[in-house]
């Protein structure tokens, strides 16, 4: 197991986690989502090949009313 | 019988980037109280361009302001709200274009928590990065016209010079900075936070704006759908009264009654 920062909260995820999972876990849909990995955009195509590491810390982000 | 048609805007429509916009109005959507006003707004205001923000996910939020817009037709203008420093709002363009598929950015850095004024130095650096990479950018910026000219330097598609303090309502305070900008942006200039109620924006378009931008103004008035409505006619009574060109101002009073053939009316006191 590995524990990781997800949206501020702290994550106990399976070793083999990827991005694609934690979005699955985290997001009622992936549309209109995207996600930053320690401080760097992942893009969508690669979040089922992108491995989530201990101490990672992403932020999950998608649309919200705003000015 | 013939209808009777008013006339309209020569000016044409507004477009930036290449891209035309059927409305001078960009709606902002922020302090909007629930998606259905939202769509009623959206309607109400004949926008063709509205702003989100970008946060983290709420796992229990039931519907997307996304498809709310898609649905109305009225693209997504995502902006960097809350950014303190460029890298903050670099990292959040390149967020929104993976998350919304456009690289079209509102591009807000932010000096000041109290006043919310932009910090232009910051700005600059991020607006720089991004149109080298290929953005749409948008900055809002103080009503500054050689910071308005910086931005337009370095590529921004537009430039959202400030009326006011974003929220505060308190209208265009520097009417001829926001002239002055006007003038010499040859990319559109569309006034950006402080609007307080309609008559702002009619005055943002007289002073040769080309655009407004409307948010806490429509959604946290009483009634922001027929708020939103009035703001639709407002900007289209300035874009009409900028191009048929106001009178001068005068100091005394100019009759608009001919002087020539009044009677001599002989009358007396009693």
Not at chain 1, 45 to 67: F, K, Q
Not at chain 2, 126 to 133: H, S, T, V, Y
């Amino acid at each position: 197991m590995i524990d990781v920062t997800v949206n501020g909260n702290q994550e106990h995820l399976s070793a083999t986690t990827t991005v694609a999972d934690v979005v699955v876990r985290f997001c009622p849909s992936p549309d209109g989502v995207a996600v930053a990995r320690n401080g760097d955009v992942v893009p969508k195509s690669a979040w089922p090949s992108t491995a989530v590491r201990s101490g990672d810390r992403l932020e999950i982000v998608t649309a919200a009313a705003g000015g | 019988m013939a209808e009777r048609r008013l006339p309209a805007s020569r000016r044409g429509p507004l477009v930036v980037a290449g891209r035309e916009l059927g409305s001078r109005l960009v709606v902002g959507t922020g302090g909007i109280p629930s998606l259905d006003v939202l769509d009623q707004v959206l309607e109400a205001s004949g926008a063709a361009l509205a702003t989100v923000a970008l946060r983290r996910v709420d796992p229990t939020s039931r519907g997307s302001i996304l498809d709310v817009l898609g649905r109305r037709q009225v693209a997504v203008l995502p902006n960097t709200a809350g950014c303190f420093t460029a890298a903050e709002a670099v990292l959040t363009s390149k967020l929104a274009r993976e998350a919304f598929g456009t690289d079209w950015v509102k591009l807000e850095v932010i000096g000041d928590e109290r006043t919310l004024l932009p910090d232009v130095a910051e700005l600059l650096d991020a607006a720089e990065q991004l149109c080298d990479d290929g953005f749409v950018v948008l900055p809002y910026t103080s009503d500054d016209p050689v910071a308005a000219r910086r931005l337009e330097q370095v590529g921004c598609a537009a430039v959202m010079p400030l009326g006011a303090p974003i929220g505060s309502g308190l209208g265009i305070r520097n009417p001829h900075n926001i002239a002055l900008i006007a003038e010499t942006c040859s990319v559109p200039v569309i006034v950006d936070a402080g609007i307080g109620t309609p008559s702002d924006a009619t005055v943002a378009l007289e002073l040769g704006c080309d655009g407004v931008m409307v948010a806490t103004a429509i959604t946290r008035a009483r009634r922001p759908v027929q708020m939103a409505a009035a703001f639709r006619h407002a900007v289209e009574a300035g874009a009409l009264a900028k191009e048929a060109g106001r009178i001068p101002k005068r100091f005394y009073a100019q009759a608009s009654s001919p002087a020539e053939g009044a009677a001599e009316l002989d009358v007396s006191p009693d």
